[in-house]
Structures are given as structure tokens and as C-alpha cells.
């Protein structure tokens, strides 16, 4: 039983380059959610997908950032012209939707340094 | 906007019992959830809790949830200093049609061999 991964563990960009991080959820689950997690706070939540469609958008995910699950299986999230306030963990999570309690199982998170 | 907020930090002795503590503001909450994260590590759910619940017991982890006050609490029983860790209580309104989570800002649990 394979959990949540995520790839890469560790990323470091220089300001105004573009990044991509991808997410495998737990096979079987068809919900996918991305967070992000800033030192010394709780994750906040950016979006999250059932199967192929993105069902729900925060306000925190700006112009620069586009998240694709377009096979609803593993997903993506990109960053475009980076800023060093996009500097965080960033996580993801998959559950099974089928009624409560909706349990959501993270990923290890991907760090990402913008310099 | 929904708010979950916890105490910073909690110091016990091996062997004795944790207790924290959350409270938030949206009544309409149907989840709550408690999370473990190690150092560098993603989130580990531990246990959750229906709204229409106030207590649920697993193993050396017991959730008390006051519904009237939004008041939820997790007690580890005889900690460990594998215990120590950040602890984030979430919540969720899916009657609301949202799943998202709302987390706090963790509790730092750090356990006194």
C-alpha cells in the first residue's frame, strides 16, 4: 500500500523562473487537494480536484499558479515567474469521496526555496 | 472567514498525559481532524471526529469535542518522545459543499525523557 508521494522532495529556483511539482495520490482515491505551508503555520488550502476536474480555488492561488490533474490520476501544480514569497512546503493530499469522513492523506510536501 | 486556533506549545513529562486543546469559529463545522507533523515531514492523520459526536477513543488517543463552546481537545495518554511533534487540529464544513481543510497553527508537543 503506496501513500501519498511527491516529487520533487526539494526544489531551489532562482526569482522569475517557472516551477512544476507533481503529485501521486493513493491509487483508487478520485479527490486531490494542494496546500501550502509556510514556516511556523498550518497548511492553507489552494485547490482541489475529483477525478479530472478542479471543483474549488482559493483566492491564495494567483494568476501564477495552475494546477492540472488531467487524467485523474497524478497531478501537477506550476508556478510561474516565482517570488521569494512563494517560498513554503508545498503538500498534497488524496481521499476517497464517497461520504464522510472524508479523510485527507498527505504527501512528504515539496520544499521550495526561491532565491 | 472560519478561524481553528491552538495554544503554541506544550511541554510534558514521559509518561505523563498530553491534553491539547483547539477551538473554532464555524458552528457548522461537520469534521474535525487531528494531524501530526515531524520535523521535514508531510502530515499524519491521527483521528477525527463527527460534529454530532463528543467523544471518540483510539488506542492512547481520545478526542473530546464541546459542539456548544467549538472546543476540541486531544489527549495522549502515557507520551512517549516519539509523541513529540507539531499537532494541528483541522476542521471541515461539507455541508457547505467545501472540502477543504482549515488548520490551526499547530501546537509544538515536546515530551521531557
Known amino acids: 500500500d503506496t501513500g501519498v508521494s511527491q516529487d520533487p522532495r526539494h526544489k531551489i529556483t532562482k526569482r522569475g523562473q517557472n516551477v512544476t511539482f507533481r503529485c501521486d495520490p493513493i491509487?483508487?482515491?478520485?479527490?486531490l487537494y494542494w496546500y501550502r505551508q509556510t514556516l511556523g503555520q498550518g497548511p492553507e488550502f489552494l485547490t482541489y480536484?475529483?477525478?479530472?476536474?478542479?471543483?474549488?480555488k482559493s483566492r491564495l492561488l494567483s494568476d501564477r499558479f495552475s494546477a492540472e490533474r488531467p487524467k485523474g490520476s497524478f497531478s501537477t501544480l506550476e508556478i510561474q515567474r516565482t517570488e521569494q514569497g512563494d517560498s513554503a512546503m508545498y503538500l498534497c493530499?488524496?481521499?476517497?469521496?464517497?461520504?464522510?469522513?472524508?479523510?485527507?492523506?498527505f504527501g512528504p510536501g515539496t520544499r521550495l526555496t526561491v532565491t | 472567514g472560519e478561524d481553528v486556533e491552538q495554544s503554541l506549545f506544550l511541554s510534558v513529562r514521559e509518561g505523563d498525559s498530553s491534553v491539547i486543546n483547539c477551538t473554532y469559529t464555524?458552528?457548522?463545522?461537520?469534521?474535525l481532524y487531528w494531524y501530526k507533523q515531524e520535523p521535514g515531514a508531510g502530515l499524519q492523520l491521527l483521528t477525527y471526529?463527527?460534529?454530532?459526536?463528543d467523544m471518540k477513543q483510539d488506542q492512547r488517543l481520545t478526542v473530546l469535542l464541546n459542539k456548544k463552546d467549538k472546543h476540541l481537545s486531544l489527549r495522549i495518554a502515557d507520551t512517549q518522545t516519539g509523541d513529540s511533534a507539531i499537532y494541528f487540529c483541522?476542521?471541515?464544513?461539507?455541508?457547505?459543499?467545501?472540502?477543504?481543510?482549515?488548520f490551526g497553527k499547530g501546537t509544538k508537543l515536546s515530551v521531557i525523557p
Open positions: 471526529i463527527f460534529s454530532n459526536m
Open positions: 480536484f475529483q477525478n479530472e476536474a478542479q471543483l474549488e
Open positions: 483541522a476542521e471541515m464544513n461539507s455541508g457547505a459543499g467545501s472540502y477543504q481543510l482549515t
Open positions: 464555524d458552528s457548522s463545522s461537520t469534521y
Open positions: 491509487s483508487e482515491h478520485n479527490r
Open positions: 493530499a488524496s481521499s476517497f469521496f464517497t461520504g464522510g469522513p472524508y479523510e485527507q492523506y
